[in-house]
């Protein structure tokens, strides 16, 4: 008795004892929170090549897993070593995959480096031009207000000459400052590409390692977790595991094929159309489209920004187009790839991205929505767990009509808890009539 009495109480100690380191580190990374936030900037920058390699195995690994699955088929009656087939068929599902990665990044270099050259060519050249359809645009639209015209021309003309003259300074009158600082940032610029460009190098051979050992640390993780956790509470954390992959794998790999269609779908209309830099603003429309909810409205702004220079009249079409884009993908396509991947309503997705892209940036909006849906969804599930353990029910709509729950867990309608509470009052006014003397005590 002596002996569990004094466990229970270490055990007490111990909580306390962590309960309170907790609180001092807590407080200390809210105190000193510049140097916690630089410390796990640094940390993050050593730990980029490992975060890139997980997140290309983790996108990359459906099409591993099918040619793994066809290489093990194809070898199964040729080859009696099953750790010879296992071998071959990892390497080929290896090869695979950085033909894939590697088809891709040279398709989108290929795709976009012409294009922005051209765009940025063509603009170079034509930029006379496009000030004269601009100006001759503003004097139709604004022909019966010659006052306002002539305003937001001489504005125009005077933005134009100050641009011109930053531009003639900055690259024709070179003084040693102005060289030094020149150099400095095409040095820091290169070094920032060459540091990117390594990081995803590396991360292509962390890829390579995860792919093929994802199986053994998937196995080594559910050893700890029931080495660690009863078998109950072992059996709840890798459940939800399996939900948390199903909401991510889907949400993600789905939304990048979405994508691509809707990027597709926006190069044949735009070259339908003879709108101007059609490749270029379907691969930026394409890429914004991974975020939820605001991507298309990201994407056309530049877009509309570079037809706007050609002709004011395409930049509608193409807006319009876009927006037509976005209904589709929104009622049609993305419903039809996604389903109701993620069970959120539309104001906790607006919510989620909003919150989470505040939070961090461009990888926030993106996955900002299946984060959400998890802790949505775990919230939910301890909530009916809790109701369960009452004897309530976990139906939301049930609550609706419920009026109250007395303390024997029963529960009432709305109209029923009027009723009784009209009975309570009309029993006590006949009370009160019957036995005035009592009510004056």
């Given at each position: ?5 004094a ?10 004892v ?26 993050r ?8 390699g997980?997140?290309?195995a983790?996108?990359?690994?459906p ?55 051209d ?23 604004l022909?019966?207000n ?10 125009i ?10 531009l ?18 095409v040095?820091?610029?290169l ?44 059996n ?5 595991m ?6 991510f ?12 269609i ?31 909810f ?14 706007l ?15 037509i ?9 993305g ?9 959120l ?22 996955l ?8 949505y ?26 009026g ?36 004056k005590?």
């Amino acid at each position: 008795m002596k002996d569990n009495n004094a466990k229970r109480y270490i055990y007490w100690g111990l909580t306390a004892v962590c309960v309170i380191a907790v609180c001092i580190v807590f407080w200390y990374c809210i105190r000193e929170w510049k140097q916690v936030s630089g410390f796990l900037g640094k940390l993050r920058s050593i730990a980029a090549p490992i975060i890139y390699g997980g997140i290309l195995a983790y996108l990359i690994s459906p099409v591993y897993n099918r040619v793994l699955e066809a290489g093990l088929k194809m070898l199964s009656g040729r080859m009696k070593s099953e750790k010879h087939r296992q071998t071959i068929a990892k390497s080929m599902g290896t090869i695979a995959s950085l033909f894939v990665i590697l088809a891709v990044v040279s398709g989108l270099i290929q795709l976009i480096i012409p294009q922005v050259l051209d765009s940025l060519r063509g603009i170079q050249e034509s930029f006379p031009a496009y000030l004269q359809n601009l100006y001759a645009w503003i004097q139709k639209l604004l022909a019966d207000n010659r006052e306002i015209e002539t305003i937001v021309i001489q504005n125009i003309q005077t933005a134009v000459e100050m641009m011109s003259g930053w531009l003639q300074n900055a690259f024709t009158r070179f003084d040693m400052k102005r060289l030094l600082d020149f150099l400095t940032g095409v040095s820091s610029s290169l070094f920032v590409l060459f540091n990117f460009v390594k990081n995803w190098l590396i991360g292509l051979i962390v890829m390579v390692y995860l792919l093929n050992i994802k199986d053994h640390l998937i196995t080594q993780a559910k050893k700890i977790v029931y080495g660690c956790l009863s078998v109950r509470w072992a059996n709840h954390v890798i459940e939800e595991m399996r939900f948390v992959h199903k909401m991510f794998g889907g949400f993600i790999i789905g939304k990048i094929l979405d994508s691509l269609i809707i990027g597709v779908i926006c190069f044949i209309g735009t070259s339908l159309l003879n709108i101007p830099y059609a490749l270029l603003i379907s691969v930026i429309v394409g890429v914004t489209n991974v975020i939820p909810f605001f991507g298309p409205f990201i994407g056309a702004i530049p877009s509309g920004i570079l037809v706007l220079l050609v002709s004011p009249i395409q930049c509608l079409v193409l807006l319009l187009w876009i927006l037509i884009l976005q209904q589709f993908d929104g009622n049609i396509l993305g419903p039809k790839i996604l389903g109701n991947s993620t069970g959120l309503a539309s104001f906790w997705v607006l919510f989620s991205i909003l919150i989470f892209g505040g939070l961090f940036g461009f990888v926030g909006m993106i996955l900002g929505v299946p984060t959400f849906a998890v802790i949505y969804y775990i919230v939910k599930m301890l909530v009916n767990h809790q109701l369960e353990n009452h004897t309530l029910p976990t139906d939301t709509g049930a609550y609706d009509q419920f009026g109250y729950v007395n303390n024997e867990g029963e529960y009432a309608r709305v109209d029923e808890a009027t009723e009784k509470k009209e009975e309570t009052t009309t029993e006590k006014k006949e009370e009160t009539t019957e036995n005035p003397d009592e009510g004056k005590n």
